[in-house]
């Protein structure tokens, strides 16, 4: 499993942004950066935010808990994000929520399910 330090660096890199470009995004020394890249230290999840946020991913691929990049390996599932994409606004909140609901409710059955 690749560490926060190694995604952190493959999305920064990714993005075409330097350290020192993406401390100054965050208002941070390019040290912290690089720490952080090193896993010398830990952001607080309020920083892990602002990063994933500034790096066009989630937290959960930063922390290794999601691999997103899977999904768009999928050709089916690129091909249905790609059509959701191409709707409203509206369109794609009503679909997102109907989503969500249809998650917490397969997650909840698999939960009780053990």
Do not use: W
């Not at 091909?79 to 969500?100: F, P, V």
Request: charge should be positive.
């Amino acid at each position: 499993m690749s560490t926060f330090g190694k995604r952190l660096r493959e999305c920064r890199e990714a993005k075409k942004l330097s350290q020192q470009e993406l401390s100054k995004l965050m208002n941070t020394s390019y040290t912290v950066i690089g720490k952080y890249e090193r896993n010398e230290t830990k952001p607080s999840i309020d920083v892990a935010r602002n990063i994933a946020k500034l790096l066009d991913t989630t937290v959960g691929h930063l922390l290794g808990e999601i691999d997103d990049k899977d999904v768009l390996k999928d050709p089916a599932m690129l091909k249905r994000l790609n059509e959701l994409n191409e709707l409203s606004a509206t369109d794609r909140e009503g679909i997102l929520y109907a989503l969500d609901g249809l998650l917490r409710d397969a997650k909840a059955r698999k939960t009780y399910a053990l």
